[in-house]
């Protein structure tokens, strides 16, 4: 199945390399930050495994990012399972991009703090309603991405862009078609692209914008 050329560039594009002599920003400083936004974030942990939770103004959650710290050859890793808002925020006058970076800068920060210096996620080739269900059947996936390839790769090439901007770059394709991607699979719950990122530089990239 042929894929939009813009989608093979922003996998082969490198993220524009980070201002080297910005301060990091704090954990303090990221939470004040995003109440300009208008967004209430917290952090919640449980030994290795953590989650941000993001609530509008009025209390309404908005989103969340989950995941958990692992030890790894040459130091501990971030594991970002997900980063999700939901479709209020569809309506609201800020880019989704924009809030959806705030909720990850806490899990960056929080991974940063824990001695972590690299940050992995997979940018899951389906769509939200297909999670669970990838999970107990994999055909499901093949069938429904065979009857709606056009919305599936939409949504893949977003997601795959969201993290490009945020300073991911991808490192592997996971299709099912080696036992390398099989064991992906079993961690992730699903086929995508893997991502990795260096978590000083995500963090030297958004600076300005997480200290505002």
Known sequence: MAYPPQFHMALSSPPASSPPNLPLPTMPEIIDSSRSQGLCLRLHTLGPFFRVTAEGLTGTELGKAEGFIHPWFGG???????????????????????????????????????????????????????????RRDRNFFRSEFR????????????????????????VHEVDGSS??????????????????????????????????
Not at 91 to 116: E, N, P, Q, T, Y
Request: aromatic fraction near 10%; glycine fraction near 8%.
């Open 76 to 134: 501990k890793v971030l594991h970002l399972d997900s980063i999700r808002m939901k479709r209020e925020t569809l309506a609201m006058k800020r880019s989704i991009f924009g809030l959806g970076l705030f909720v990850g800068a806490v899990a960056i920060r929080h991974g940063f703090d824990c001695g972590c210096r690299r940050a992995e996620l997979l940018a899951i080739n389906d769509t939200p309603a297909f999670h669970s269900r990838v």
């Open 147 to 170: 009857r709606t390839p056009s919305v599936l790769i939409g949504k893949y090439f977003q997601l795959v862009r969201f993290y490009t901007r945020m300073g991911f770059r991808a």
């Open 179 to 212: 036992m390398v991607d099989l064991a992906h699979m079993l961690v992730w719950g699903g086929r995508g692209t893997r991502m990795d990122a260096d978590i000083e530089n995500l963090l030297r990239k958004w600076s300005k914008r997480l200290k505002s």
